[in-house]
């Protein structure tokens, strides 16, 4: 299994790891190695815990530089060729392209992709991003002609490949995301909701009784909607005094957002958002939400989501691939239009006690339809084995 972050393959893939363990097989992760959190610990450490053999390979996720490139295709090939495996499966950009072209020069015999979504080049018509499109697209027909089936998160993205020519439509295959497992996030009572709340209430400084809290779950990133999400907290913070926002999330190293560590909390004070900084026990903060926020460019299909419907939250979100399929809007949730903060301002103010309380059973019974990580495990190992 292949992917630019040893994180994502621990958090994301850990049911298909479980699951291919659990059968009697052999598991060998490539990817970067990061710390877990701010301990000394990293995910590779804790792959290795479940079983796995983890490999590290240094990426660079947002090189284009050709040279990088050709350096990461050789390790991929050079490790894949050492490896011998019987399967090989690539997760994010980098690894769909370079990986599944290193796995067929080292003669894998099955091959399988998922994409995880497209990103902010296929989310906006800058000339940069419109040339970056281009040649992603170029080296996906490339690289998906050796895969066997290629899996998607949602259907936008199932749709594009297949009618730009990219994927034949007989590889393709939606998955709905890498899916929960919803017998270990269960619907919380109101006794473990009521703690959850105080414990917040502790960690800001600030009540939230009879409060909306709104919960946004993302990295310090400008595609995953930060300042839309930190406008709109201003917006509806200046006209009402019942609403609580609160963000968890890591500051990313590429500087999109122009923030570190000691201008963000300044920033969010001047919004009037609570920044935590990032938390690896965030759904204890999720049950603590009233509503959970998301207002990205595009995903593919986000996580933060998923687990908020698991938790029976009300969403707010946008209306675009990968973050429209968690959403009926208007009945557990609202969409809003993207890069829009006034248009997110608008659908906070809108939720009611009533939409908040239904959203319980909704957000739920949509999560056990269409998200449960067994369906996700099934359709994949199918595929696998066929």
């Known amino acids: 299994m292949i992917c630019n972050t040893d994180g994502a393959l621990y958090v994301f893939r850990r049911p298909i790891i479980d699951a291919l363990l659990l059968k009697g097989y052999e598991v060998v992760t490539l990817s970067s190695e990061s710390k877990f959190g701010d301990s000394a610990e990293t995910?590779?450490?804790?792959?290795?815990?479940?079983?796995v053999r983890p490999l590290v390979v240094e990426f660079d996720r947002h090189s284009i530089?050709?040279?990088?490139?050709?350096?990461?295709?050789?390790?991929?090939?050079?490790?894949?060729?050492?490896?011998?495996p019987d399967i090989v499966h690539s997760f994010t950009h980098k690894p769909a392209i370079l990986g599944t072209i290193a796995a067929y020069l080292a003669r894998t015999p099955r091959?399988?992709?998922?994409?995880?979504?497209?990103?902010?080049?296929?989310?906006?018509?800058?000339?940069?991003?419109?040339?970056?499109?281009?040649?992603?697209?170029?080296?996906?027909?490339?690289?998906?002609?050796?895969?066997?089936?290629?899996?998607?998160?949602?259907?936008?993205?199932?749709?594009?490949?297949?009618?730009?020519?990219?994927?034949?439509?007989?590889?393709?295959?939606?998955?709905?995301?890498?899916?929960?497992?919803?017998d270990q996030v269960p619907l919380?009572?109101?006794?473990?909701?009521?703690?959850?709340?105080?414990?917040?209430?502790?960690?800001?400084?600030?009540?939230?009784?009879?409060?909306?809290v709104v919960l946004y779950v993302a990295r310090v990133r400008k595609e995953k909607g930060f300042f839309e999400y930190y406008r709109a907290a201003q917006r509806v913070s200046q006209q009402r005094?019942?609403?609580?926002?609160?963000?968890?999330?890591?500051?990313?190293?590429?500087g999109s957002c122009r923030l570190d560590s000691r201008s963000i909390g300044a920033f969010a004070s001047e919004h009037g958002v609570h920044y935590l900084g990032f938390k690896e026990n965030a759904l204890?903060?999720?049950?603590?939400?009233?509503?959970?926020?998301?207002?990205?460019?595009?995903?593919?299909?986000?996580?933060?989501?998923?687990?908020?419907?698991?938790?029976?939250?009300?969403?707010?979100?946008?209306?675009?691939?990968?973050?429209?399929?968690?959403?009926i809007d208007g009945s557990n949730g609202?969409?809003?239009?993207?890069?829009?903060?006034?248009?997110?301002?608008?659908?906070?103010?809108?939720?009611?006690?009533?939409?908040?309380?239904?959203?319980r059973s909704l957000s739920r019974r949509l999560c056990e339809v269409k998200f449960d990580a067994k369906k996700v495990v099934e359709m994949t190992l199918g595929h696998y084995f066929r």
Do not use: W
């Not at 509503?291 to 908020?308: C, D, H, K, N, Q």
């Open 43 to 51: 995910y590779v450490k804790k792959l290795a815990s479940l079983g």
């Open 65 to 84: 530089s050709p040279l990088k490139n050709l350096l990461l295709l050789r390790s991929l090939y050079r490790a894949i060729r050492a490896e011998a």
């Open 111 to 182: 091959i399988f992709v998922t994409i995880t979504g497209l990103g902010l080049p296929f989310a906006s018509n800058g000339i940069r991003f419109r040339l970056i499109r281009l040649l992603l697209s170029l080296q996906y027909r490339v690289a998906l002609r050796f895969a066997r089936a290629v899996f998607y998160q949602n259907q936008d993205d199932l749709n594009y490949f297949v009618s730009a020519g990219i994927v034949p439509r007989g590889k393709a295959v939606l998955t709905y995301g890498s899916g929960i497992d919803v």
């Open 188 to 212: 919380p009572s109101e006794e473990e909701v009521l703690q959850a709340r105080k414990r917040l209430e502790g960690e800001i400084g600030q009540s939230v009784n009879g409060k909306k």
């Open 241 to 254: 005094q019942d609403y609580v926002f609160v963000h968890l999330g890591l500051i990313d190293n590429d």
């Open 284 to 327: 204890d903060y999720m049950r603590a939400a009233d509503i959970v926020t998301l207002p990205s460019y595009r995903e593919g299909m986000p996580r933060s989501l998923i687990e908020a419907l698991a938790l029976g939250k009300f969403l707010v979100t946008t209306d675009m691939p990968g973050c429209r399929e968690t959403v």
């Open 334 to 359: 609202y969409l809003c239009r993207v890069r829009d903060a006034a248009s997110l301002a608008r659908k906070f103010l809108d939720v009611g006690v009533g939409q908040m309380k239904m959203a």
